[in-house]
């Protein structure tokens, strides 16, 4: 398995503009997490889903920021109008779903968010 | 009540060394408490993960610590090795990995040849 896929790696933007970033989870997880990792905060559970249904979005900063997960195998999240306080490293990580101790996330590359 | 408290910030040991980590928690419906490693540029990994009813669980150089009656958790890296510098996280959630881990704030670990 290629692990959790996620993309752009980097993604410079303008201030006001639109950014979407993407993942694959791993197939056969049924649990998707957004987080976001900064200096000052650390790791911030934005939302996460399960079965693909959202189930907790009150990490989420603002109206500025989205998720979607249309299917199992993808899911999105986007931030409209970007501001420079958006600058972060955003994960995506997928898990099993079950409850077997060696089983956690599975976190991708991370995708680093620069608004200027 | 959701936070997961970490400590050292950073830490500096030498080759050889065992360095802990510590984590506390407040909210005794935690069941799942696991640690994640995470190199430069790369996303946390599962490191090793224990439940409250074991009070220590080992997986070769790494154990974890568990004490439910103080509500803290530590993690001990044996025989540490400069390949063990990296930034560890403890965790916490309900219902295991199915659900949203809170995540302590990070320790820095430096291991010094």
């Known amino acids: 398995d290629a692990g959790v896929i996620q993309s752009p790696r980097h993604e410079v933007t303008e201030m006001g503009q639109e950014v979407t970033l993407r993942c694959k989870p791993i197939s056969g997880h049924n649990s998707l997490f957004w987080y976001r990792q900064t200096m000052m905060r650390g790791l911030e559970l934005l939302i996460y889903f399960n079965n693909n249904v959202p189930i907790d979005d009150s990490g989420m900063p603002e109206d500025r920021f989205s998720a979607k997960m249309p299917n199992a195998s993808f899911s999105t999240l986007k931030i409209q109008p970007s501001e420079p306080r958006d600058s972060a490293v955003y994960f995506c990580?997928?898990?099993?779903?079950?409850?077997?101790?060696?089983?956690?996330?599975?976190f991708g590359s991370g995708t680093r968010l620069t608004v200027v | 009540q959701q936070q997961v408290k970490q400590s050292p910030q950073s830490l500096i040991v030498q080759k050889g060394g065992i360095p802990i980590i510590n984590c506390a928690y407040e909210?005794?419906?935690?069941?799942?408490f696991p640690w994640y490693q995470q190199f430069p540029g790369k996303g946390p990994a599962l490191l090793i993960a224990?439940?409250?009813?074991?009070s220590e669980k080992k997986e070769g150089r790494f154990t974890i610590s568990f004490n439910k009656s103080a509500k803290q958790f530590s993690l001990h890296i044996m025989d540490s090795q400069p390949g063990d510098s990296a930034t560890y996280f403890c965790?916490?959630?309900?219902?295991?990995?199915?659900?949203?881990?809170?995540f302590g704030t990070g320790t820095l670990l430096a291991v010094q040849p």
């Open positions: 990580a997928s898990s099993h779903g079950g409850k077997v101790v060696a089983w956690g996330y599975t």
């Open positions: 909210n005794t419906a935690f069941d799942y």
């Open positions: 965790a916490a959630s309900i219902g295991g990995a199915t659900n949203k881990l809170i």
């Open positions: 224990i439940r409250p009813d074991v």
